[in-house]
């Protein structure tokens, strides 16, 4: 079974510490049980039980300190088992997810500096349960981050630091801010840390109406020692990239425990609830929307699962993570939306009600796709790979599943953030040219088509200027890179050839529908107008494969699971 169930939860993680640490987060937040974690929410109630538990069971210090730091055995930062924990978490609540999320941002800067003296202090706070925050975003600015207005100015034999920080996460409580600013009366970049018990650091307000509390917050003449100097320059602007590397591939995974769960309270609604006579789930229309939003959420963690193990595989030479990042934050994420769409569309008013986990899946699956920069920052970025991922493949050895206990040391000395131009990718072919299934053959096509429209008819140079054209291009795009990966992880999860057509299905609908909004843009000629209309697909239609995706994939998810009350 591929989906999180935690009354069979059977962890990934191949060491007895890491799985324990799972089956204890688990039990955490089943104990407190469905109707606490409600109240707790409604009443914006600050999670320090599960501040506690962390801290009292060494969580993040486990996850979250690389080896060469750590103090203990199995301290250690591996994606692989961090996955996991994301998609836990996230499963009961997005805001216990959100307080990992931005201590992980937090950390980033620490561990990728050369600032050993802060780097044992991280690792001292890890152990006492503190969390941390990263301090990038300004009111003003947003996440142009070229504009930072934070700046630290000469004092004796170190600096003041002057300036505000906006939407920044955990900042009320952290020991550690890494905060991103520039030196007075020149460009030069800045990491720093700092302290939010501070007398000098002012958290101004809470932004958000939730359980979490994410900061506006001000220094005013902050000290900052040498001690407290964490990068500067481009080591600096090349940490606060980094960083979101390795932050934003933890939004798809948070996008998929919400999903989870809720997929499973929709489909315990439906399939006992009797409507004209009939249970809900007998319907043809809600067998659809169930089995979209099974194939939606299935691919999404496959995808998931196979980006992990390139993530985990990357070095100087191989940096094609760099594409598969922030698909993953920008396309899984966004999947997550149509998944709960489809299930609200069936269980309907049920979907408000102040009892069940749904309420607040719907409200929160909202806000993934525009943290960590927004979908249509990263699928700017995703465009840069276009040229070199389809007509430019280079030979690579095969990756293979990365799931041993080890220290992705790689994550915190990625280099510099440039030369993206120079990325290259193995052939994306020879996933599609391995799977003989009807609907794979279609999409074969229309990537075919989607490489004859930019061969024949390419975006002018005012076009690459057109956002609006380039963000529809870019969907497109977007699904060839996920398919691949979605048929790379399909037989490492033992997943049926019934379930790989049917998300196949989908995706030949979702290409024609983004190559019919990109044929109708403004600025498109009426050549690239022909060539879009030429992706347009129908779907290889099989009523008994979808028969069998029903009875024996999604219907037998019907009463699996009920969080304990």
């Not at 409604?42 to 538990?53: C, G, K, Q, S, T």
């Not at 060494?58 to 199995?74: H, I, M, N, R, W």
């Not at 299935?298 to 594409?323: G, I, N």
């Not at 979908?375 to 276009?386: D, P």
Request: overall charge negative.
């Amino acid at each position: 079974m591929i989906l999180l169930n935690p009354n069979r939860h059977a962890s990934r993680c191949t060491d007895e510490p890491s799985r324990e640490i799972m089956a204890k987060t688990i039990a955490f937040f089943e104990a407190k049980g469905l109707r606490r974690l409600k109240e707790d929410d409604r009443n914006r109630v600050w999670y320090a039980d599960f501040l506690e538990f962390l801290a009292r069971e060494q969580v993040f210090s486990t996850l979250l300190t690389p080896a060469a730091y750590g103090g203990g055995p199995d301290c250690r930062w591996d994606n692989w088992r961090n996955n996991e924990f994301n998609e836990i978490l996230a499963f009961y609540g997005l805001h216990y997810w959100y307080t990992w999320q931005v201590t992980i941002l937090g950390l980033g800067p620490i561990w990728m500096s050369a600032n050993e003296q802060a780097k044992r202090k991280a690792a001292d706070y890890l152990r006492q349960g503190e969390v941390f925050a990263f301090g990038l975003s300004e009111k003003q600015h947003g996440a142009d981050v070229y504009s930072t207005e934070m700046t630290l100015y000469p004092a004796g034999e170190g600096f003041r630091a002057r300036g505000g920080k906006y939407y920044i996460g955990n900042a009320n409580v952290a020991r550690m801010v890494s905060t991103f600013g520039r030196f007075a009366g020149g460009s030069e970049y800045v990491f720093f840390a700092a302290d939010s018990q501070h007398s000098t650091f002012d958290c101004i307000r809470n932004l958000v109406n939730v359980q979490s509390y994410v900061a506006e917050f001000a220094l005013r003449d902050y000290p900052v020692s040498p001690a407290d100097i964490l990068s500067r320059g481009s080591d600096a602007w090349d940490a606060a990239l980094n960083t979101v590397n390795v932050g934003k591939f933890n939004l798809g995974w948070g996008s998929i425990g919400i999903c989870t769960h809720a997929f499973y309270e929709a489909i315990d609604h439906a399939a006992n609830r009797r409507l004209y006579d009939r249970f809900v789930t007998d319907f043809p229309h809600v067998q659809q929307l169930f089995v979209d939003a099974y194939a939606r959420l299935v691919a999404m963690k496959l995808y998931a699962l196979r980006a992990s193990d390139y993530f985990r595989s990357a070095s100087a030479d191989d940096r094609r993570y760099l594409l598969y990042n922030p698909i993953m934050k920008m396309k899984v994420t966004m999947q997550g939306e149509e998944v709960i769409n489809a299930l609200w569309d069936v269980i309907a008013a049920r979907g408000f009600e102040n009892e069940p986990y749904f309420e607040m899946a719907a409200r929160d699956i909202r806000a993934l796709p525009k943290l960590e920069g927004t979908a249509h920052v990263n699928m700017a970025l995703v465009l840069k790979f276009l040229v070199n991922y389809l007509f430019r493949p280079a030979a690579y050895p095969p990756i293979p599943r990365r799931d041993e206990p080890a220290d992705d040391g790689f994550f915190f000395r990625q280099g510099p953030a440039k030369g993206l131009g120079k990325v290259r990718f193995h052939d994306w072919r020879l996933a599609y040219d391995q799977v003989d299934l009807p609907n794979v053959r279609i999409f074969s096509e229309q990537v075919e088509a989607l490489k004859r429209l930019l061969m024949e008819a390419p975006p002018s140079e005012a076009q690459q200027q057109d956002v609006d054209l380039q963000l529809s291009l870019g969907e497109v795009f977007t699904l060839v890179p996920y398919g691949q990966l979605i048929l790379e992880e399909a037989p490492l999860e033992g997943v049926s050839g019934d379930l790989v057509d049917q998300i196949f299905d989908v995706m030949v609908r979702d290409l024609s529908r983004y190559a019919l909004q990109l044929a109708h843009k403004p600025s498109t000629s009426p050549e690239q107008q022909q060539r879009a209309m030429a992706m347009i697909r129908k779907p290889a239609v099989d009523p008994e494969r979808f028969r069998r995706v029903w009875e024996n994939e999604v219907y037998t998810l019907a009463d699996a699971y009920e969080m304990a009350e």
